[in-house]
């Protein structure tokens, strides 16, 4: 069996779950720490029944074993608030960080955009953006790779159902976030996003809408093949990512209306976009692992 | 109705300069904003909204770029007005508390923060600033026909407990019949503080603004939103000269001038419209199957572009339950109606 880079999860959440099946499948990743700190949570439990070991004291349970378990990539699924204080400790150890809590200490990852560009850098710690971020700004990105965009608004509808009690207790960091890194990574000058929430039952499943003013006239066949090349890309980690109607071009307005399907791994399938931040997590570890199997990446311990 | 309302005091509240923008698609320029803020407030209106249709930040392509920002619109109004307070509406998810303490910089006295009816969890934060703040709170529950009164009391409780003084059942679809108004605002006055305000927003697409209004007033709501010359998404809000009338005749007192508020309506609304804001095929469907009044504008639009007829995409949008915010869903849904009856020419997704 071919080697494969050790990987400590934090956060037994619905999100660290849905981490752990994808971990598993992994041909370069091997989830063998499950970090949490209760010691009735069903998802530490769970882990255990994989095999994986588990700690109920939080990121200083783990740290004692992170050298002897050869741990080198950690995902932080827990909240902001504690973020920091994870990372610094883990990356003192060389392990790096791939941040899916709204804190962001480190660049933001969309894997088509800048993946390759983060492991060339040697990144500690990478931040995944948000659901929606994920899930829109490849689809900014398509149009601005072509001609300049001056502005982009992203629109997420989500499934009440798949909406955590974090990101309601603070839905403007969502908005906030997503609007910087619309603009930031996806390449417009200015961006805006917004987010909406909607019970209906059975949950639909996401729904993303990306509008992007261009500054001249759109190049309709450019913006067409960008787009479609863009949506396969996505596919490679999301086969459920999938452009429902457009682009439409409507004056210098060009919009593309995306439906966004989980792979159903823990998450129910309409909650795309908690599963395409999971996938996105998983991509952007296997690229940095791929880089250390072949030799081209060594960890280096980071003083806090 | 089996008890006198005689004496009972309520406020109402002026939608005409906020959900008028709908109809206006938020291109009232700051000029027709103050002539007709000047004529309410001497009409005697207490509290007045001044905000894009969709609330503080709703500036968007989704939504419709605006005349003036909020931000112009805020500081040319409020310093007008001798005796009305302004308000603003937030909907969190597409404004945030940055705009939240923009407005109250510019000096609104009221914040209504607006959820879904089953989400009230994401007002948290900014009704807990506006409290902070020291403004009047207001928490909002958009399209409340759509789930029953107890489970719109859960929602509203909590509201209250983040710090809400005043929650509205908000008929955002003009869908519901008096006894419907009767029964959610009832099991709110039941189950909040007495100390909580309730309030009514209603639209007038099956015509049962001010009826249902009065059935509010009778069940314990003591504000209620109407708009001069019966702006509004949809076929408008309650017309608020109207309302007016039928409380001078029932004694409700409303410390509103009847003629005047008329002659506001006629004299300075009805001359901005682009449309005349009323019932019609499209607006009545809106009322009829429980449809978000704000899409009216794009369903006519969409209509317009892909051939499907408005009624039907309405209907698409209520048949998938579709809520306040989803406005892109709608070119989306012509498009998908559109392709599947071969009227498509391009722009067809794979």
């Not at chain 1, 390449?187 to 639909?204: H, Q, S, Y």
């Not at chain 1, 690229?287 to 806090?304: D, S, T």
């Not at chain 2, 001010?210 to 059935?215: F, G, H, K, Y």
Request: proline fraction near 5%; include cysteine.
């Amino acid at each position: 069996m071919s080697r494969k880079i050790k990987c400590a999860i934090i956060g037994p959440g619905n999100i660290g779950t849905d981490l752990l099946y994808k971990l598993r499948r992994s041909k370069v990743l091997e989830p063998v720490w499950m970090v949490g700190v209760d010691p009735t949570s069903e998802g530490l439990a769970r882990a255990r029944e994989y095999g994986l070991k588990t700690t109920d004291k939080g990121v200083d349970g783990l740290l004692p074993h992170v050298k002897a378990d050869g741990v080198q990539i950690a995902f932080d699924a827990t909240s902001a608030y504690v973020h920091k204080q994870n990372s610094d400790k883990l990356n003192a150890l060389a392990v790096m960080m791939i941040d899916l809590t709204p804190a962001a200490i480190g660049p933001y990852c969309v894997p088509p955009i800048n993946l390759m560009e983060h492991a060339g850098k040697r990144e500690m710690n990478v931040n995944m953006v948000t659901c929606g971020g994920q899930a829109t700004i490849p689809m900014v990105y398509a149009v601005s790779r072509v001609q300049k965009v001056k502005y982009a608004e992203i629109i997420a509808t989500v499934a009440s159902k798949s909406v955590g009690p974090g990101t309601r207790k603070n839905i403007d960091e969502f908005t906030r976030t997503t609007a910087g890194a619309v603009s930031k990574i996806g390449g417009a000058d200015e961006g805006k996003a917004i987010i909406v929430i909607n019970p209906a039952e059975p949950p639909l499943i996401m729904r993303d809408t990306i509008h992007c003013l261009t500054v001249d006239a759109p190049k309709q066949k450019e913006i067409e093949q960008s787009v479609r090349d863009m949506v396969a890309e996505v596919q490679t980690y999301v086969p459920g990512y999938q452009l429902v109607n457009g682009p439409v071009f409507d004056g210098n307005r060009v919009t593309s209306f995306m439906q966004v399907a989980g792979l159903g791994d823990f998450l129910p399938t309409y909650a795309g976009n908690l599963d395409i931040m999971t996938a996105a997590a998983t991509r952007t570890a296997e690229m940095f692992a791929e880089e250390i199997l072949a030799g081209r990446l060594q960890l280096q311990p980071v003083a806090a | 109705m089996a008890q006198s309302l005689k004496g009972t005091k309520i406020k109402v509240h002026d939608m005409s300069l906020r959900d008028g923008m709908h109809p206006k698609r938020h291109q009232i320029t700051i000029e027709q904003m103050k002539s007709i803020a000047k004529g309410l407030d001497d009409s005697g209106v207490p509290l007045i909204e001044v905000t894009h249709g969709d609330g503080l930040g709703g500036a968007s392509v989704n939504y419709g770029f605006p005349a003036a920002t909020d931000e112009q619109y805020l500081r040319a109004v409020i310093p007008l007005l001798k005796r009305a307070k302004v308000s603003a509406l937030l909907l969190p998810g597409i404004g945030t508390v940055d705009h939240l303490k923009m407005a109250a910089d510019c000096g609104v006295t009221t914040i209504r923060v607006a959820t879904h009816c089953t989400e009230a969890d994401v007002s948290e934060q900014h009704i807990a600033l506006g409290r902070k703040m020291g403004l009047d709170t207001v928490g909002f529950l958009m399209m409340a026909h759509m789930i029953e009164p107890d489970l719109l009391v859960q929602q509203a409780k909590l509201m209250e407990s983040y710090g809400a003084n005043c929650i509205y059942a908000t008929d955002s679809a003009g869908y519901m019949l008096p006894e419907d108004v009767t029964a959610r605002i009832a099991a709110l006055r039941a189950a909040l503080k007495p100390e909580t305000e309730l309030g009514f927003h209603g639209h007038h697409n099956l015509s049962l603004g001010v009826s249902n209004s009065i059935a509010a007033v009778a069940a314990g709501a003591r504000r209620i939103d109407c708009a001069c010359g019966g702006m509004g998404a949809g076929a408008g809000n309650t017309p608020l000269e109207v309302f007016i009338a039928v409380c001078n005749r029932m004694g409700i007192e409303t410390g509103v001038d009847v003629f005047k508020i008329s002659d506001v309506a006629e004299d300075l609304v009805t001359p901005i419209l682009d449309f005349p804001v009323r019932i019609d095929r499209n607006s009545l469907t809106l009322g009829y199957a429980g449809v978000y009044s704000s899409f009216l504008l794009f369903a006519r639009r969409a209509e317009q572009k892909y051939g499907i007829p408005a009624r039907e995409i309405l209907l698409e949008l209520g048949r998938q339950k579709m809520v306040g915010g989803q406005e892109d869903m709608i070119e989306d849904t012509a498009l998908t109606m559109a392709r599947e009856r071969g009227l498509l020419k391009s722009a067809g997704a794979a």
